[in-house]
């Protein structure tokens, strides 16, 4: 089994799982409760991902990233580093594909906590920042934690992205999916399959998890 | 005590409904105001407004000598600096919180305790709102916002999620929390049992505007006008012209069903100095029925009428009758029983004249759908 490619993998998922939340909760909650009518166009755009090819994605990503877009010329001169093919370009890809993932349920999930609630509190004199720590995130802590192990279970099966910014590079962008397809062209169907088999049972033990802790029944499909 | 509310303002909710506020409520005299009307009169609006969770189109609030709101100035508190407790309609406790949570959750423990202590609430301390009933979750409401120490408080309904029973129970002992809680509070009901109950002075609320305003037994007493009286529960308006005066009392003659042709019945009521064309209101409780007109009692006025119709409600049977012009009655059930009423029977109707009480008639298209709604 390709041990280094599950722990790149799993690095991978989870700093895309961290970045998404602290992105995800502000967008979700602006996308709920804001007024603004044109609203349904960042919508659209957050779930995009959802229905583009990862290729298609993952073009864009990597002529927005190349070094002589404006954003890797931005980030060649702060780091000297390159972002096409490295983990941080990855990263940035992953996010991207995975934020639909994040938003939806975490926005769902906000919608469904009663706006009384909050207008109690903000007549209780609490800020709106302290009242969505104290009661939205409580409130919506199940459709959070769907929507982060959604995010790190899409993360860790990504494929056409990882190959088209990423490429296949061992310890650095050989992620487990890459990993599992180089075994199959190279005939290692043995190594492909045990691969295979430890990321079903990963993925169906987390899924399992959730379920068994949050005794709900979520759809697993984020479109509400 | 705390200063007067001043609310001069308007907010357009839709195209055809637009809710107008022109009150002054004196708060430091009166603890407990009533903002009474029928539902969708725009009273929860008006609260909201108040809170600070609806802005106005136009206007401007202020209290206790600070400006809420002001449009011609810009400026709009959030609800946050207003310092005004909002008690919701079904008391949006917090559900993740133990009820000493909720109480404490913008105060001191120790405050928290003592709220809890003074509402009965101690042994409650550590269950969650959902386990504890409607009438306990309304005192933790209440705990809750007195804890953080609010100028005013503004209730929305507070009654209408219990049960018949429990609201009964719970109006007085609401009115003895607010007064000692010590804040002075702005009541949303369209109960007028409850207005009669919670209030010192009310407001009355028709199609989004303040149409009367005093103490809760001026208004009761003498509504302002007909659709005053028709929320306030006056079901008998009756347009009416003066025609005489008899022993200090004021003689009616009441406009019959026609187009104001002179044939209805004559009634008699206090001299309260109106002049000129009235609006009689009668409220159906104070109508009485006996089988006969020549029974002598205190009431100066025997109506001769023909029952139209009974309608039971309950423990109450409600009587039309026409008298040349109709009139309704409420009497028990009992009673309707007894007296075998029955569609054509000829009855007298029975008023006080201290139950007659004058509006002020007030134009043609207020009296044509004051007829209407008779």
């Known amino acids: 089994m390709d041990w280094q490619a599950i722990w790149l993998s799993v690095r991978l998922a989870g700093a895309t799982t961290a970045i998404l939340l602290a992105l995800g909760l502000p967008i979700a909650y602006w996308l709920t409760f804001s007024p603004r009518r044109w609203k349904f166009l960042v919508e659209a755009l957050v779930a995009l991902p959802l229905v583009l090819p990862p290729t298609v994605l993952g073009f864009y990503v990597l002529l927005a990233i190349g070094p002589r877009s404006p954003l890797g010329a931005l980030y060649a001169k702060l780091t000297g580093g390159m972002l096409p093919f490295s983990f941080q370009g990855l990263l940035l890809a992953s996010v991207l594909y995975s934020f639909p993932f994040a938003v939806q349920p975490v926005a769902a999930a906000f919608a469904g906590v009663d706006r009384r609630l909050l207008e109690a509190s903000w007549c209780l004199g609490v800020s709106r920042a302290a009242t969505f720590r104290r009661v939205i995130v409580p409130l919506a802590l199940p459709g959070i934690a769907t929507g982060a192990i959604l995010s790190f279970a899409?993360?860790?099966?990504?494929?056409?992205?990882?190959?088209?910014?990423?490429?296949?590079?061992?310890?650095?962008?050989?992620?487990v999916s890459i990993s599992i397809y180089d075994s199959v062209q190279a005939l290692n169907y043995a190594a492909a399959g045990e691969t295979s088999l430890f990321l079903v049972c990963v993925s169906f033990t987390v899924l399992a998890l959730t379920y068994a802790l949050q005794r709900r029944i979520w759809t697993v499909w984020p479109i509400h | 005590m705390a200063d007067p509310l001043i609310c001069q303002c308007r907010k357009r909710l839709s195209k055809a409904f637009e809710v107008e506020a022109d009150l002054r409520i004196p708060l430091d005299r009166a603890p407990v105001t009533v903002l009474f009307g029928p539902s969708g009169s725009g009273k929860t609006t008006l609260l909201r407004l108040l809170a600070g969770l609806e802005r106005p189109d136009a206007g401007s609030i202020a209290f206790g000598g600070r400006t809420w709101f002001d449009a011609a100035r810009?400026?709009?508190?959030?609800?946050?600096?207003?310092?005004?407790?909002?008690?919701?309609?079904?008391?949006?406790?917090?559900?993740?919180?133990?009820?000493?949570?909720?109480?404490?959750?913008?105060?001191?423990?120790?405050?928290?305790?003592?709220?809890?202590?003074?509402?009965?609430?101690?042994?409650?301390?550590?269950?969650?709102p959902r386990a504890i009933s409607g009438g306990q979750q309304q005192r933790v409401a209440l705990a809750r916002a007195l804890a953080a120490q609010p100028a005013l408080l503004l209730l929305d309904e507070p009654l209408s999620a219990l049960d018949a029973l429990t609201r009964s129970r719970t109006r007085h002992e609401l009115r003895r929390m607010l007064l000692t809680g010590g804040v002075p509070s702005i009541v949303v009901t369209h109960d007028r049992m409850e207005a009669v109950t919670l209030g010192d002075w009310m407001?009355?609320?028709?199609?989004?505007?303040?149409r009367q305003a005093g103490p809760v037994q001026d208004v009761f007493r003498r509504p302002a006008d007909p659709q005053v009286a028709e929320s306030v529960g006056v079901e008998n308006v009756l347009a009416a012209e003066i025609v005489g005066r008899q022993s200090g009392l004021l003689v009616l003659q009441v406009c019959g069903q026609g187009n104001g042709q002179a044939c209805g019945g004559r009634i008699r009521c206090v001299d309260s100095g109106e002049t000129g064309p009235v609006f009689a209101c009668i409220r159906a409780e104070d109508v009485a029925i006996a089988p006969r007109m020549d029974q002598v009692s205190s009431a100066r006025n025997r109506l001769a009428g023909c029952v139209r119709a009974v309608i039971a409600e309950g423990a109450l049977a409600r009587v039309e009758l026409d008298c040349g012009f109709p009139l309704v009655a409420l009497v028990t059930a009992q009673s309707a029983a007894e007296l075998a009423l029955g569609e054509g029977d000829n009855v007298a109707a029975v008023i006080k004249a201290t139950s007659v009480h004058l509006a002020a008639h007030s134009g043609a298209g207020n009296l044509a759908r004051s007829r209407e709604k008779v």
């Open chain 2, 203 to 210: 407001a009355v609320m028709v199609n989004g505007r303040i």
């Open chain 2, 74 to 128: 810009g400026i709009h508190l959030p609800p946050q600096q207003r310092r005004a407790g909002f008690l919701f309609q079904d008391y949006a406790l917090f559900p993740h919180l133990t009820v000493a949570r909720n109480v404490a959750y913008n105060a001191s423990h120790e405050t928290a305790r003592q709220l809890l202590d003074t509402f009965g609430l101690a042994d409650l301390a550590a269950s969650k």
């Open chain 1, 154 to 175: 899409h993360t860790l099966g990504e494929f056409g992205v990882v190959l088209m910014v990423g490429g296949n590079i061992s310890g650095v962008t050989r992620t």
